[in-house]
């Protein structure tokens, strides 16, 4: 088994970006993350996340939701339909939950997000 990559050209790196999704994005929130998605201006999905000491005071912890959004990511939109850029913003009580239900959290936003840009 292949272990996929997360490449520069995935990851929202400018400010320009993120205030571009920021804007005007089409949102979708839960107990666990607020996601906003826009359209994106780049061939090929992008991500970005803002996971701060507030989360998690630990960088373990920390880390670990973004190991989870990052995989997430990449199993949903390597090479799939529409591109799109996606900001990830989890809530405090993140930190507490198991990997498998932020999965699937995760999942249920990337499939909000999806039907909406494209309806």
Do not use: Y
């Not at 790196?13 to 089409?26: E, L």
């Not at 373990?60 to 949903?76: A, D, H, M, T």
């Not at 529409?82 to 699937?104: G, H, Q, S, Y």
């Amino acid at each position: 088994m292949s272990r996929a990559v997360f490449t520069r050209k995935q990851k929202l790196t400018k400010p320009i970006d993120f205030k571009r999704v920021f804007k005007k994005p089409f949102v979708s929130t839960d107990a666990c993350f607020k996601v906003l998605a826009r359209p994106g201006a780049e061939p090929g999905s992008r991500l970005g996340m803002a996971v701060s000491r507030q989360i998690d005071k630990k960088a373990v912890g920390r880390n670990r939701i973004k190991r989870v959004i990052r995989e997430s990511f990449r199993q949903r939109f390597s090479d799939r339909g529409a591109p799109l850029d996606i900001v990830v913003l989890p809530r405090r009580e993140t930190a507490t939950v198991c990997n498998k239900k932020l999965f699937r959290s995760l999942q249920s936003h990337w499939s909000r997000l999806e039907s909406r840009l494209e309806g």
